[in-house]
Antibody
Framework: QVQLEQSGAEVKKPGSSVKVSCKASGGTFSTYTVNWVRQAPGQGLEWMGRIIPIFGITHYAQNFQGRVTITADKSTSSAYMELRSLRSEDTAVYFC???????????WGQGTLVTVSS | QSALTQPPSASGSPGQSVTISCTGTSSDVGGYNYVSWYQQHPGKAPKLMIYEVNKRPSGVPDRFSGSKSGNTASLTVSGLQAEDEADYYCSSYADSNAGVFGTGTKVTVL
């Protein structure tokens, strides 16, 4: 069973960037797709993008094109999500999620709260 | 990519069944058999309950079942239990290798 451990909470200024990490243990990291999903306070889930670590292929949601970069490091079984030009509306819990089923991640990180505030 | 449409709320008494709908388009729900359902309790990460329309991951009770017809998918929870009270989200693979979630449904056990 894969376990995903995310980096800690962040407080950022508008216009800055944030990079959240997600380290996998207990399973085959590179062959599973890693998705990033966010959830604003009291709101629903929003898919941001994914990476297939073994190929380095990425797909991004249109809403985040040009503002988000997802990377992976197979040597450390880690994935990263960087979001730039932060605004207050980006305040949310960011989850990484992975697993063997196509487009249906089974394993989720604990979430990382990113607060954007001046 | 617009969010899939779910009813905001659903409810049922213990032992009853509740069905949640998830309506998309031919570019997502209707075009692919990659619809999944997640359960989320407050302050927790989502939990996968159904994948590929009607398959259950190991450990998910068979009280949870999924189906799809055209552009609408459905999740049925039979034999409702108190611990089923949670938010439920559908999700689908979509055109251009995208993913999309539903708007979410709060299930209340009366």
């Amino acid at each position: 069973q894969v376990q995903l451990e995310q980096s800690g909470a962040e407080v950022k200024k508008p216009g800055s960037s944030v990079k959240v990490s997600c380290k996998a243990s207990g399973g085959t990291f590179s062959t599973y797709t890693v998705n990033w999903v966010r959830q604003a306070p009291g709101q629903g889930l929003e898919w941001m993008g994914r990476i297939i670590p073994i190929f380095g292929i990425t797909h991004y949601a249109q809403n985040f094109q040009g503002r988000v970069t997802i990377t992976a490091d197979k040597s450390t079984s880690s994935a990263y999500m960087e979001l730039r030009s932060l605004r207050s509306e980006d305040t949310a819990v960011y989850f990484c999620a992975s697993g063997p089923y196509t487009s249906s991640p089974e394993y989720w990180g604990q979430g990382t709260l990113v607060t954007v505030s001046s | 990519q617009s969010a899939l449409t779910q009813p905001p709320s659903a409810s049922g008494s213990p032992g009853q069944s509740v069905t949640i709908s998830c309506t998309g388009t031919s570019s997502d729900v209707g075009g692919y058999n990659y619809v999944s359902w997640y359960q989320q309790h407050p302050g927790k990460a989502p939990k996968l309950m159904i994948y590929e329309v009607n398959k259950r991951p190991s450990g998910v009770p068979d009280r949870f079942s999924g189906s799809k017809s055209g552009n609408t998918a459905s999740l049925t929870v039979s034999g409702l239990q108190a611990e089923d009270e949670a938010d439920y989200y559908c999700s689908s693979y979509a055109d251009s290798n995208a993913g999309v979630f539903g708007t979410g449904t709060k299930v209340t056990v009366l």
